[in-house]
């Protein structure tokens, strides 16, 4: 394996050297460290997709189911809450809990002080889904992360909460 991964074609690198080649007075810098974060993203992105759909779920309503159990019991938030959670907007999570309640994943409980409130809660089969799912989805996070250390780990995330930082900053200018 370690053979194959020596043999691995590095495309950044050789996108990075053409340029150098043929624009040689430009700094490709940033092209070598956003390119590779994207490349890594699509790797991560396919292999996050499968392992979820394996499970009969889309990442979409892995989201919904997530963030339901995230708030702990009784595992319930509105359509507003979990479009505040980061999700999208109330109409796409409205879409995405009609399909986890035709699974049997959710319920939908009108308040029982204000009826213009409705929760959606993880049902039993839903929470022990999400259960199931998340810690496979760690599992395959962590077979993802098996070539970097937890030192390295922990300097990555930092090194990328501060790459995000300066992205959203670039959006002041």
Sequence with gaps: MAERKAKRHDAVTQIVADWARERPELDTGPLEVLARLHRSFLRYNTKL???????GLSVAGFDVLTA????????RLTA???????LVSSAGVTLRMDRLEKDGLIVRERDAEDR???YSR????????VDEVFADHLANEERMLAG??????RQLARLLGKLESSILDADDD
Excluded at 80 to 86: E, I, K, N, V
Aim: proline share 5%; glycine share 10%.
């Design 116 to 118: 213009r409130v409705v």
């Design 49 to 55: 997709n499968a392992s979820i759909e394996r499970h």
């Design 80 to 86: 507003g809450q979990l479009a505040d959670s980061g």
């Design 148 to 153: 970097v250390s937890p030192a390295e780990r």
């Design 122 to 129: 993880l049902t039993d089969e839903g929470l022990a889904m």
């Design 68 to 75: 339901l159990r995230r708030a702990g019991k009784p595992y």
